[in-house]
């Protein structure tokens, strides 16, 4: 079967650095994405990692470890705005993509 | 720039009524078309999926439909709505490629049943 897992809820501080994890079991891996979803609006992309290792895109980064089933999303410093849902997503051997539940991100002054 | 359209933003339709929800994408051609559904709290859930006019692939068996009449226009119908299908539908699009499927969402339409 397919599984995406991803925590349900995180708090963290304004400023500080947060990581969301994302753990997986798909019939075929042709790359990982993770978006961004602010309440009541719609998911915007962030990142895609398709080889192993650490993509870095300014406050925001993101790792993949095949082998592991694994990948998590590195925010750094923090701000209110980064408060929203972090969505996980793989493309399986259809190229289509299967999406985890989400991680709200709650940021605490 | 590509854009993509969804309308209505928000509907509150009775139990048993028909249902109509509408996309269209701008400055591209011939794209893949999504229709999801999300629940309250919950993640994407692919309803249906279009390669071209006129082809159209479910996910999920249900009482909803999809068609593609325009290369670029994606509607999702129902004859009658259920409670459950309460929820925020999102249209997607992405290039016509088999190798990376980064996904460009509209706006969402947020549907109440009552």
């Known amino acids: 079967g397919q599984n995406i897992d991803q925590p349900t809820e995180m708090t963290a501080t304004e400023g500080a650095i947060v990581q969301i994890n994302c753990t997986y079991q798909?019939?075929?891996?042709?790359?990982l994405f993770w978006y961004q979803q602010h309440a009541g609006e719609a998911p915007t992309f962030l990142s895609y990692n398709v080889l192993d290792g650490l993509e870095e895109k300014g406050r925001f980064s993101s790792f993949l470890s095949r082998s592991k089933g694994y990948s998590y999303l590195l925010l750094k410093e923090l701000q209110m705005k980064d408060s929203a849902s972090y969505l996980c997503?793989?493309?399986?051997?259809?190229?289509?993509?299967?999406w985890g539940a989400g991680t709200k991100l709650i940021i605490k002054p | 720039s590509q854009t993509i359209h969804q309308w209505p933003a928000t509907l509150v339709q009775p139990v048993g009524s028909p249902l109509s929800l509408e996309c269209t994408v701008e400055g591209t051609s011939n794209p893949n078309l999504y229709w999801y559904r999300q629940a309250a709290g919950r993640g994407l859930q692919l309803l249906f999926y279009s390669v071209g006019i006129g082809q159209i692939s479910s996910e999920v068996p249900q009482n909803l439909s999809a068609s593609r009449p325009q290369d670029r226009q994606f509607i999702l119908s129902s004859k009658k709505l259920l409670l459950s299908d309460s929820g925020f539908y999102l249209c997607?699009?992405?290039?016509?490629?088999?190798?990376?499927?980064?996904?460009?969402f509209g706006p969402g339409t947020r549907l109440t049943v009552l």
């Open positions: 997503a793989i493309m399986d051997s259809n190229y289509q993509l299967i």
């Open positions: 798909t019939s075929g891996f042709n790359g």
């Open positions: 997607a699009w992405s290039v016509p490629t088999t190798d990376y499927n980064e996904q460009f």
